[in-house]
């Protein structure tokens, strides 16, 4: 199932499910997705899509591509590198990412795959780590290289953290859709030009990994969001390097997922 959240015509913030990318009506679901529901046969028109949920957490992976590693000249990791992106960074698909006018002006992009804990998991083992995942999103772990670099002294977080830092979306594609994610095309595209295309199978720590080892730290609560990496090709590695600015348009695409496509503006 691909399982949205949206607002309908009367300005109400519903559940639903739709059956094609192009629906602009969804069958609404009663209950709730990360506890036990139920999709009805009643639709009702789309007006706008929210991010697919509302997290308790933002948790992101560093460094679990190798050939991101490689371009970045970081020794591969031994354990799942976590850092943690602020939920006021999260916006939904079509929501504009927003440049802050006085800095930083390194701004990058970095497709991910994301995990949706649907069931609350805590000191759980890999072998247990599915039973515990909702599925799966499109995300952009946008993230300010001058900050988390140089300002904050490689301390990622606040970097990665600005308002509208998180764009995800624009679904939930349910785990039984998407049996093997360690096989699945993931690109970025930058105002129609391609600079990530790569594929979950370069993942250094697979999925049951990280919901696990994370799992003995933090208690991963239902609707916490795991953004699972970036590959290669993004925008600082480059020569010159390549950022986000005013007027751009980045999409990430993933296979089996779909678009999630966000505006670059800068702040007014």
Known sequence: MKLIRFIDENYNIEWGVIDTPDDNKAHLIQGNILDK???SQRTIRIKKLLPPVSPPNILGIGMNYKKH???????????????????????????????PKIGPHQVD???????VIGKTAKNITA????????????????SARDWQIKKQKTQ?????SF????????????????????????????????????????????????????????????????????????????????????GDTVSIIIEKIGHLTNPVLIEK
């Open 37 to 39: 529901f139920s999709v």
């Open 127 to 142: 072998s247990e780590a599915m039973d515990h995942v909702l599925g799966y999103t499109c995300a952009n772990d946008v």
């Open 163 to 246: 308002d509208s830092f998180c764009p995800v979306g624009p679904w939930v594609v349910t785990k039984d859709e998407i049996p093997d994610p360690h096989h699945l095309t993931i690109q970025s595209n930058i105002n129609g030009r391609l600079f990530q295309d790569s594929n979950t199978s370069d993942m250094i720590f697979d999925i049951p990994t990280i919901v696990s080892n994370l799992s003995q730290s933090i208690t991963l609560f239902a609707g916490t969001i795991i953004l699972t990496g970036t590959p290669h090709g993004i925008g600082f590695t480059r020569i010159p390097p390549t950022y986000l600015q005013d």
């Open 109 to 115: 992009f970095e497709a991910e795959l994301a995990i």
């Open 69 to 99: 590693a490689a371009e970045t000249g970081i020794e591969l990791p031994e354990i799942p590198v976590m850092f943690i992106k602020a939920t006021g960074t999260l916006i939904g698909p079509g929501d504009p990412i927003i440049l």
């Open 156 to 160: 990622w977080t606040r970097g990665k």
